[in-house]
């Protein structure tokens, strides 16, 4: 029988609500999963529901949030360099919720990651777990990479474009037609 327990909170942040969910366990050990760009706590294809429920139902509490401005949780999303007191404020709400945490393990995919190993240590996490992290901040005009599964001769294509676009480029316009 699973004896965890499933609740919605919601904490301040910067005179906004966040919307979080914690899957408690009796655990001393919490994770807490932080969601990166627009994607809401329950994660792609509740992915990150099935997660928290499975290591709750092994002892271990776990807490998902919604930044501001995404899902249930109000104010503006100012992306994951602005993400420092939503990351600390929900830190505070899951040590609020679960006194009986008293290591913290920190969980982010991509731009979730980048806000961790930016502001983790300010926000008191013991470790962090980093997927993917987000690194590159999209320059001026230069075109976003092409989506997996392009061709080379697309994304090809799609670099000539830019630098047409920006003559003073440092990318040739010239790129070749073959490798």
Avoid at 71 to 83: I, M, P, R, Y
Avoid at 147 to 154: H, N, R, V
Wanted: hydrophobic fraction near 40%; charge should be neutral; proline fraction near 7%.
């Amino acid at each position: 029988m699973d004896s965890t327990i499933r609740r919605l909170i919601g904490f301040a942040c910067e005179g906004e609500t966040l919307a979080a969910t914690l899957d408690d366990a009796p655990g001393t050990t919490g994770l807490l999963i932080v969601s990166g760009g627009n994607e809401i706590r329950s994660g792609p294809h509740r992915g990150m529901v099935m997660i928290a429920q499975r290591l709750a139902a092994t002892g271990t509490p776990v807490f998902r949030y919604n930044s501001r401005g995404v899902g249930d949780s109000t104010g503006d999303n100012g992306g994951f360099l602005s993400a420092k007191l939503d990351l600390i404020a929900a830190v505070a709400a899951f040590r609020n919720v679960a006194p009986h945490v008293t290591r913290l393990i920190g969980f982010g995919n991509c731009d979730a990651a980048s806000t961790l190993a930016l502001f983790g240590r300010s926000a008191g996490f013991d470790k962090v777990v980093l997927a993917n992290p987000w690194v590159i901040e999209p320059i001026d005009d230069i075109p976003p990479p092409p989506p997996s599964g392009t061709t080379t001769a697309q994304r090809r294509e799609t670099w000539r474009h830019g630098a047409e676009r920006r003559p003073e480029s440092k990318i040739s316009q010239d790129i070749p037609r073959a490798c």
